[in-house]
Every structure is written in C-alpha cells, then in structure tokens.
C-alpha cells in the first residue's frame, strides 16, 4: 500500500484503504492504529509535547507492518513529582469507549455491595463422609439427613454463577464483537504475569481435586465451609475480570462509590445488631431468606455469641471484612468529588471501625488498627512531598484524632459491654497473660486436667499434670459378663463407690474423675469438662477404642504431631497454635498438589482428646479449617500453588510500593490507589489468622484485580 498521502484527513484516509489490497483484518489494525496517532497527537498539542509511546508497546505489535514513521521524538516535559526512574504514569486518553465495558464494570460493583448480604436457606444432604464429621438433621419430610445453612451456600453459588457470566460476556465480546482480541487490557505486557500465576493456581487447583481422596465435596467445598473449586475459579475470574474492565475514569470513579456503599450498608447492621435489633431474625427478612414453609425457623435465627456478625457467619469473617474495608473506605471517601458521598464514606469509615470492635474479632481489630496507622504513615509522606494540601491535611488529621479519642473514651465510660469487648480484643480481657502451669492449677479445683491419654494392651490410662494416673481395665465377673476395675499410679486397685450405675473415687487424687460402663461395652468418661470421652471396648482386638459420635469407633487415640514449638503454645489465638501446629505434621504431603478443596477435615487428626480438652474444653470439636488462608492454600493445592499466590501479591506489593510511595502518582486516582494498597496489605496481614471464606474473598480479589490495573502503570479511558 502506498502510505504516500495525508492520513490525518478522513476522506483521504478512507480512500486509499479501498484502494488498497489488504484484507479486513489489516485494514482493521491499520485504522486503530491511526486513531492511536490521532490520540497521541492531541495529548502532544495539550501537553506541550508529551506522549507515551512507551506505555504503548503492544499496539505497536499489533501495526508495525503498516504504520507510517513516527516523527521524531520531542523534548518531555519533566512533571516535578516524577524522576527518570518513574516512566509508567497513568494517561488519560481522550476517545470513544466500549459503553459494554463500563456495562460490565458497573455490574461487578453491583454484585460486590450485594453479595456479602445475600442469605438464604439451603439443606445440604449429608453423605457418610460428611457424617463422620458433622451432626445432622432429620425429620420426615427428608429423604436423607441434611444440614441447614444460611449464609455460605448461596453466596459461593451467586459467585460461580456471576463469574460464568463475567466469563461468557468476555468471550462474546472479545471474539464476536470487538473482533480485535489481541487490543485487550489483559494483554498488557505488565499484566501477563499474573494471568500466568493465575493459571498455575487454577491449573494444580484441579489436579489436586482430581486427586483428592474425597471428590464429592471438591467442586463446592465441605459443609460449614463451602469455599470449592468452582468457587475460587470464580474468585480468579473476578480478579482478572477487574483488571480487564476496570481501566476507565468512570468506573474507577462507580468502584469507589460501590466501595463506599458496601461499607455504609455493613457498618448500619452492625451498629443494629449491637444495639439489639439485628434484621435476622425479624419477621419481614424471613420472607425473604426462607421458603414458606421455613418461615417460623427464620424467624427463630438468632447468634449463640455475643459478637456482631450480620451476615458474615461467622464474627472473625466479619472483623476481616472491616480491616479490609476500612482503608479503602477512607480513601475512596478523600478521592471523591462529591461531597455527599465524601462525608457519606467518611461516616462509614467510622462505623466499619466500630464494626472491628464489636465483632469482638483481635484479628479483625489489629488490621484495622495496622491499616490506619499505614494510611497516618503514608499521608504524612505525601504531607512531606507536597502533594497534598497541608494546611487542609493538618486540620482534618487533627479533628479526626480528636473525634476518634473522644468517641472511644465516651463509649468506653457509658457503654459496659463496648468496654468488655474492647478489654477482650486489646488482651483477651486480662491485664497479664496467665502462664500455662498456672491454668492447670486453676483447672485442677474442678477437673481432672488430662495431660495424656494412652492405649495399653488391653487398658486403657490416663494421666493429669499432678503426675495421677488412672488405669480402667476389663474382667469377667462370676456371672461371665464383662466388668471393668481401676487402678492408681501405682497399679493398685481403686477404693470406688457406685451410685447410678457411676463409679466414683474415694481417694482425693481421682475425685473430679467419674465412670460408667454400660452393658453394650461403653465407658463413658467424665473428668470435669464440658462433655464427656465415649470408648466403646472391643472384645475382638480386646482393647479400649475411641467411640466417635456414637457412630464408629477409631482403631487407635489420635495425639499431637506438630513442631514442638507449638507444643506450649496449643491455646495461642483460640488453639490456633494447636491447629496451625497439627496441620504443619502434614504439610509434608502437600508439597507438589494438595489434598482437594473440602478435604482438610479429613485429613486433619480429629479427636486429639488431650489438645482438644486442653484448648476449647471439650472433646467434641470438628476443625474443618486451619485459620490461616496461606495454610489453607497448602492443604488444598499443595506448597506451588501457594507459591503462585504469593508471587501475585508480591507483584502487587513491588508496584503499589513503587507508584503509591517511592514515586507517587498525582493523579486524580492517588488516594484511591493508596487505598487499595493498604487494604490488600491488610487483608494479606489477617489471612495469617483467617481463613479464605466466601463472605468476604470475592470482595478481597475484586479490590485485588482493580488495584492491579491502578498500579501497574497502565493508561487509563477518559470517560468522564
């Protein structure tokens, strides 16, 4: 084609393409390409000069076979806040834009500010695998016993359901109508990286499943859980779905909107469902929650906790969502233009914070309190640097201080049940922490504080922390039925004394110490705590076999495996320390791929009868999850997927650390850009406590994937 003519006037231009031998799809390129010119050359003419050639090198791939020269490069004007180091400054293009793709944008903003609301009644039908572990309801209308759930099920559903459409609007978009794939945002040479890694965590995601011992629980995840396969895909798609549509001014402008909303909305329950007047619970939500034939056990939905939840499930999963929210807030809020939802997200901020505390969550409060002690740290940097007002900056950090002391002081001083949440928050509500030694001689008043339990032949042993052994043994009695005995330390017979069909001692070393044996073989064992130990005799291997919710009896007494670091610590974080440990004795086989999603209860050693008495009381507990969401990625897809993870956020942490401190963007994004900073960093800082759940991960990966685009130095739509 000859390119000898004036390309800049349309008719000329549209002229010498028909004349021209080159097919559809070169003559597509070739008048992209001239619009980018175009583009370039306007911002030139605005910005005596400017252009940015280098933040366009995948356009330039895509037409170099048929673009004229470009003229010499011309003398860039040196922006005082950047250095030649800094070259990936954000450029607003002016130009027509896709309205489908701001379409798309305003959806995902939509769903996010509904989804952690979104509670419905679901019966989740109990296989024997999940029986094992967990009770379950029967009644007539039920074909098989099922467990009822109201606020996890339907979430993970809407987030597979949403993520398909995000995925299928992309194709159709991409392929039957853009026509021009190879132009798309996720194609940025900064981009690729991360849809590598996430293809490495998808990818061992599925062999894992495929691989897990128990399938049938892989695709939505185990009861009380439900965070599948098909749910973390979700995650993934809305993530890379962020940074493909979220790359002009409006819907950066709709997304920190949505994030003031989703906040306000969370920050409202929360204050109602302290002050007594949760809205679960209430005759109007159950129409709404609940078929009609559930209706009366909507209404009866009530929190067994003091802690504020709303419809987080659970309170920690709650205090997580406020440290994630509340940086993002308070930025989104200061980015803002409009004053209403300037001092809407404002106030909101404020009530995500009380929503921290009254959660009643440590690790929810200590992200909260990391993150705005980083956006203090980060302003005053800015402050410094004279990039924001600092007359205006000084006053509002002082007020704000000001406001903040005072409010807690008054609620501290006229609310009692504010000051005890605060008091167990701050240090687990005692000025001094109480040393190990020091419970098992409190515990001792009133329990028989086990310290090991053990099979031996044929007896059964347990010991306390006195150094007291209790030895219960099996004989014949003169009518050939089966009896038991017990022994001392020393293997003497035990001074005891029966009343209603109970054995009690007389010796004082045993008098918290109670047992019965029934006719079918039982030993029911009451040492003081919250529950009893069930051992079911087997006269066949002729030993004492741990008798597990009155359904099956275990071969051999589970007993803590873990580094010996964690051995004093078992109670550390509400028996994190016990959890973290035991799940790291297994972590070995995780190396290549993991165990599946929804697998981690039955690879976990349940029934540690000894760690579980020493930490929650009581030997009737399930873990289902190990508390930390790094762990957790381990266990489920194995040490590399974890790997994967980890070189996501650090992308993210190196370019938000580049474009949010070492060389700050003054563009009319820079506080909501240093607000999805500090709220990732806060989110990354509680997964070390928490798990990934689907009442808050959706929010996580779409903050995630819009904050990726924002620091990654890519030019952004003007659509304003």
Same mark, same amino acid.
């Given at each position: ?7 800049? $006037? #349309?008719?000329?231009?549209?002229? @010498? ?5 080159? %097919?559809? *799809?070169? +003559?597509? !390129?070739?008048? &992209? ?26 356009? $330039? #791939?895509?037409?170099?076979?048929? @673009? ?5 490069? %011309?003398? *860039?004007? +040196?922006? !005082?806040?950047? &250095? ?637």
């Amino acid at each position: 084609m000859d390119l000898n003519f004036d390309w800049h $006037d #349309e008719k000329t231009f549209k002229k @010498a393409l028909k004349e021209s031998n080159l %097919t559809e *799809k070169e +003559k597509t !390129k070739l008048r &992209d390409e001239r619009m980018r010119r175009l583009e370039l050359e306007a911002i030139k003419a605005e910005n005596d000069g400017y252009d940015d050639d280098e933040n366009t090198s995948d356009t $330039d #791939e895509t037409s170099e076979d048929y @673009a004229e020269p470009s003229p010499a490069p %011309t003398k *860039k004007k +040196k922006d !005082k806040h950047f &250095d030649k180091n800094d070259r990936d400054i954000i450029v607003a293009i002016k130009g027509e834009y896709p309205w489908r793709k701001g379409f798309i944008a305003l959806m995902m903003c939509c769903f996010t500010v509904i989804l952690p609301f979104i509670t419905y009644y679901h019966a989740q039908p109990m296989t024997q695998f999940t029986q094992t572990y967990f009770s379950a309801t029967s009644s007539k209308d039920a074909e098989v016993p099922y467990i009822s759930d109201w606020f996890l099920f339907q979430k993970e559903f809407c987030v597979v359901i949403f993520s398909a459409l995000l995925l299928l609007l992309f194709i159709v978009e991409e392929c039957f109508i853009e026509k021009r794939y190879m132009d798309i945002p996720l194609r940025k040479k900064n981009l690729r990286p991360l849809l590598i890694l996430s293809g490495v965590y998808a990818l061992l995601l599925m062999i894992s499943g495929f691989a897990s011992e128990h399938k049938e629980v892989v695709m939505m995840g185990i009861v009380k859980h439900y965070e599948g396969l098909l749910g973390i895909f979700g995650y993934l798609i809305i993530f890379i779905a962020a940074m493909n549509y979220f790359c002009d001014t409006k819907s950066m402008e709709r997304f920190g909107r949505s994030m003031i909303i989703l906040t306000t909305i969370a920050s409202v329950l929360a204050v109602l469902e302290f002050l007594g007047h949760s809205i679960i619970g209430t005759d109007f939500v159950a129409h709404f929650i609940a078929p009609k034939e559930k209706y009366q056990l909507a209404q009866s939905l009530h929190s067994s906790s003091s802690n504020v939840h709303i419809t987080f499930f659970n309170s920690n999963y709650f205090g997580s969502f406020c440290g994630l929210m509340f940086p993002v807030t308070v930025c989104a809020a200061l980015n803002s233009k409009n004053v209403a939802f300037k001092s809407l997200g404002l106030l909101a901020s404020v009530g995500i914070a009380f929503g921290a505390i009254v959660s009643n969550s440590s690790g929810g409060l200590y992200s909260l309190a990391g993150g705005g002690a980083l956006l203090v740290l980060f302003y005053i940097v800015y402050w410094f640097r004279g990039l924001i007002d600092r007359k205006v900056s000084l006053i509002a950090l002082v007020s704000i201080a000001a406001v903040g002391i005072g409010g807690l002081t008054f609620l501290l001083k006229t609310s009692e049940s504010f000051a005890k949440r605060f008091d167990i928050v701050v240090n687990n509500g005692s000025a001094r922490v109480e040393t190990l030694e020091e419970k098992h001689q409190r515990l001792s008043a009133n329990r028989f504080v086990l310290k090991d339990i053990r099979q031996n032949g044929s007896e059964l042993e347990m010991e306390d922390y006195n150094n007291n052994v209790i030895i219960a043994g099996t004989y014949e009695d003169s009518d050939g039925e089966l009896s038991v005995q017990f022994f001392d330390t020393d293997h003497k017979p035990l001074e005891s004394y029966i009343d209603d069909h109970t054995y009690y001692f007389t010796d004082e070393r045993y008098k918290n110490a109670s047992f019965r044996f029934t006719v079918t073989d039982k030993l029911e064992i009451d040492l003081g705590y919250k529950k009893k130990l069930y051992f079911q005799y087997d006269k066949e291997d002729a030993k004492f076999k741990p008798y597990v919710h009155s359904m099956y009896t275990m071969e051999n007494i589970n007993t803590y495996k873990g580094p010996e670091f964690f051995k004093d610590k078992l109670s550390f974080g509400s028996g994190r320390g016990f959890i973290w440990g035991t799940t790291l004795s297994f972590i070995d086989e995780c190396l290549l791929i993991g165990k599946g999603n929804g697998n981690y209860v039955c690879n976990f050693p349940q029934y540690d009868y000894v760690s579980l008495l020493e930490v929650y009381g009581t030997p009737a507990m399930i873990v289902n999850k190990p508390h930390n969401w790094y762990l957790g990625i381990i266990v489920e897809s194995g040490v590399i997927s974890l790997l994967a993870v980890l070189g996501m956020l650090g992308v993210f942490l190196w370019r938000g650390f580049r474009t949010c401190i070492l060389h700050p963007i003054n563009d009319r994004f820079m506080h909501l850009r240093l607000g999805i900073f500090i709220s990732v960093i806060a989110y990354m800082v509680v997964g070390m406590v928490n798990d990934s759940y689907v009442c808050v991960s959706p929010v996580f990966w779409f903050i995630f994937g819009v904050g990726m685009y924002a620091v990654s130095g890519n030019k952004v739509v003007e659509t304003d």
